[in-house]
């Protein structure tokens, strides 16, 4: 908090861009909840010398987050509501597009929401609003249909075309993590589009629950899963001072399977993993078999404990062969954010580390409320060195034995 207010929040006195709301919608309720709890504790450490500022309307409210709902219809159709003013508010919608825990009712059956379900009442509330809001953010963790980014043959480019939708209804800043591809904001040229990165949210995570890490090249490794999570992982092995090791996915372009082509093999190039301690980070776990296939190849290379660290957890494919890997000692644990939903199993596995992501996400919200550069946010390289150097302080002094 004191960090906060110190370091790039120093200036939260100044004029906001307009009275802060945000509205969580469906399947962000408690990350909404986190974001406002924040939000109001740093908005009550702060002196209240500036008039100017403490008399803007909205600003001393006792919650920020705006009431809406997305009532539904037998049909299925719907409506978005807001049950209260947002004249002349900065607002930030929070929206997690795969919340398939939420569902509706549609001639009488219970239906969940799928990603189009979710991006269709993000623009009914856009449209409630009705321009009168100052400006219009929208936090998107999982960018819809970001896997569609690109076209190879005659087929839609779904994510480019959200992205304009939003961009021509009013939206002022979009604000993803982990993008599948960034370069799909080259859509939306004259829209503020931010692809955040959680590594030291990840890295503080994985410290905070395992304390016997030797994180130095003689120890531990990064290995990139494909080709497409290169820059991921040259990341985490810079800032960790790590040797990178690589992946590549041969497959059979001649198949389809489940809307993808088949993995034939896995070509490793790099390092000895001999031994050696292995962090694998990818944007995403879908089904989940690619990872595993890739656990059980490294492992046949001797490889030590694995930790698999994606910003995005789905398990489109349950658990089952999760806990068996586990089990079996082919994975050790898996990190991912709460930016998605997770199943209640999911929390409970042994194997599972969650990294929490409201803290960061009201840093944002309070910092472009302000109208300040995210520099300082966007660049967590100072931090992480910061953090690692308490880690290994915290393990000498506890004489912790590392593995």
């Not at 939260?12 to 924040?38: H, S, T, Y």
């Not at 985490?236 to 090791?245: E, Q």
Request: aromatic share 10%; proline share 4%.
């Amino acid at each position: 908090m004191n960090s906060f207010l110190t370091g790039w929040g120093k200036d939260l006195k100044r004029i906001p861009v307009g009275p802060l709301g945000v509205i969580a919608m469906a399947g962000c309720e408690e990350m909404g909840e986190k974001i406002n709890n924040w939000l109001k504790t740093w908005n009550s450490l702060q002196e209240t010398q500036d008039e100017e500022f403490y008399t803007l309307p909205g600003v001393n409210r006792d919650s920020f987050l705006i009431k809406t709902y997305c009532p539904r219809f037998g049909t299925g159709e719907s409506k978005g509501v807001i049950k209260e003013s947002v004249r002349g508010y900065d607002i930030y919608i929070i929206i997690d597009v795969c919340a398939y825990n939420k569902t509706y009712k549609m001639y009488g059956q219970e239906v969940p929401m799928s990603p189009d379900d979710h991006f269709a009442d993000l623009k009914r509330i856009i449209a409630a609003i009705e321009g009168k809001a100052k400006r219009i953010n929208v936090i998107m963790p999982m960018l819809y249909e970001s896997r569609q980014h690109r076209r190879t043959s005659r087929e839609s480019l779904d994510c480019a075309l959200a992205l304009q939708e939003l961009e021509n209804m009013g939206v002022s800043n979009i604000i993803t993590f982990d993008a599948h591809d960034p370069r799909v904001q080259n859509a939306v040229p004259l829209c503020g589009f931010e692809n955040v990165m959680p590594t030291y949210q990840m890295i503080k995570a994985l410290c905070k629950n395992e304390k016997s890490l030797a994180i130095d090249k003689e120890n531990m490794m990064v290995v990139s899963p494909d080709e497409g999570a290169m820059n991921r992982n040259i990341y985490y092995s810079s800032v960790l001072g790590l040797d990178l090791g690589m992946f590549y996915k041969r497959r059979d372009y001649t198949t389809v399977v489940n809307g993808r082509n088949p993995i034939v093999a896995h070509e490793y190039l790099g390092a000895s993993v001999e031994g050696k301690d292995v962090i694998v980070v990818d944007d995403m776990i879908a089904s989940g078999d690619s990872m595993l296939d890739l656990c059980k190849e490294l492992k046949k290379r001797k490889a030590n404990r694995i930790f698999a660290v994606a910003t995005f957890a789905f398990f489109t494919s349950g658990l089952e062969a999760f806990n068996k890997a586990y089990e079996e000692g082919y994975l050790t644990r898996v990190l991912a954010t709460n930016l998605t939903y997770r199943t209640p199993e999911l929390k409970a596995a042994p194997w599972f580390i969650e990294a929490d992501m409201s803290k960061y996400i009201s840093y944002i919200i309070a910092t472009l409320n302000h109208d300040r550069s995210l520099h300082a946010l966007l660049n967590p390289y100072d931090r992480i060195k910061n953090l690692l150097d308490r880690y290994k302080a915290e393990q000498a002094e506890a004489g912790i034995r590392l593995v």
